[in-house]
């Protein structure tokens, strides 16, 4: 898979936004051990660059794969799956790019997953491979 977005190799974010809520913070660890459980290898967490981040990024097998955690405990605006919108595709995309720029030698194929919660339990992840590619 090729990005093709242009991207900043400086990172802006700070305050709040750099750090994720304790309850994000609680899904991303519930969904990195789920993902390892299930075969994939965490190469790190919460990567950022100016406009974009990505909650996890793992490795299965030759495949570098990009996570989103998303959590939702109310459905009045949609579950889970509805807030990842376009343009949040693409923040994630940017932020694929530049760990792609910024650590060589990764030739490899890429592909976007969703691990999808309606609480913190096992029990409530929804596992969405291959979610959506490049907007």
């Not at 990567?47 to 009045?76: A, K, P, Q, S, W």
């Not at 760990?99 to 992840?125: N, Q, V, W």
Request: net charge neutral; hydrophobic share 40%.
């Amino acid at each position: 898979m090729e990005i093709s977005l242009q991207v900043s190799d400086k990172d802006n974010t700070s305050g709040a936004a750099a750090h994720p809520t304790g309850q994000g913070m609680l899904a991303e660890d519930l969904a990195a051990r789920f993902l390892e459980r299930h075969g994939l290898s965490l190469l790190t967490r919460n990567h950022r660059c100016r406009g974009g981040e990505v909650d996890l990024i793992c490795r299965e097998g030759r495949v570098l794969v990009f996570v989103e955690v998303r959590l939702r405990r109310n459905t009045r605006f949609g579950g889970a799956a509805a807030s990842i919108t376009t343009a949040k595709q693409r923040r994630i995309v940017l932020a694929a790019q530049h760990y792609l720029a910024t650590h060589p030698g990764r030739e490899c194929d890429c592909r976007f997953d969703c691990i999808l919660l309606d609480g913190l339990s096992e029990t409530a992840i929804e596992w969405i491979r291959d979610a959506f590619s490049e907007p």
